[in-house]
Nanobody, 116 residues
Framework: QGHLAESGGGLVQSGGNLKLSCAAS????????MTWYRQYPGEERMPVAS???????YYHDSVKGRFTISRDVGKRMTFLQMNDLKVEDTAVYYC??????????WGQGTQVTVSS
């Protein structure tokens, strides 16, 4: 059974930086696609950054040039470096894994709040 554990959320001023972490266990991490989602209150969860196992990362236009997704295969960790944060980045951020046979696993979510 796959499991994801997130950390790194918090309160930051606009223009500041945060780094989110996602620890993976219970599945083959090296061949999984990892995606960071975010969800505003009352809205659908949407992907903001994704890193396939053997391809280039994907970024939503709203975060291009500001966010960077990366992974450390040896440590089974996925990161989201968020720079130049804006008030509209305030959301619950979720880590999601899709393994090689299509099974999906979700983290519990971590709150990011950006103040003006």
């Amino acid at each position: 059974q796959g499991h994801l554990a997130e950390s790194g959320g918090g309160l930051v001023q606009s223009g500041g930086n945060l780094k989110l972490s996602c620890a993976a266990s219970g599945f083959t991490f090296s061949t999984a696609e990892m995606t960071w989602y975010r969800q505003y209150p009352g809205e659908e969860r949407m992907p903001v950054a994704s890193i396939p196992p053997f391809d280039n990362p994907y970024y939503h236009d709203s975060v291009k040039g500001r966010f960077t997704i990366s992974r450390d295969v040896g440590k089974r960790m996925t990161f989201l470096q968020m720079n130049d944060l804006k008030v509209e980045d305030t959301a619950v951020y979720y880590c999601r894994a899709r393994d090689s046979v299509g099974y999906m696993y979700w983290g519990q979510g971590t709150q990011v709040t950006v103040s003006s």
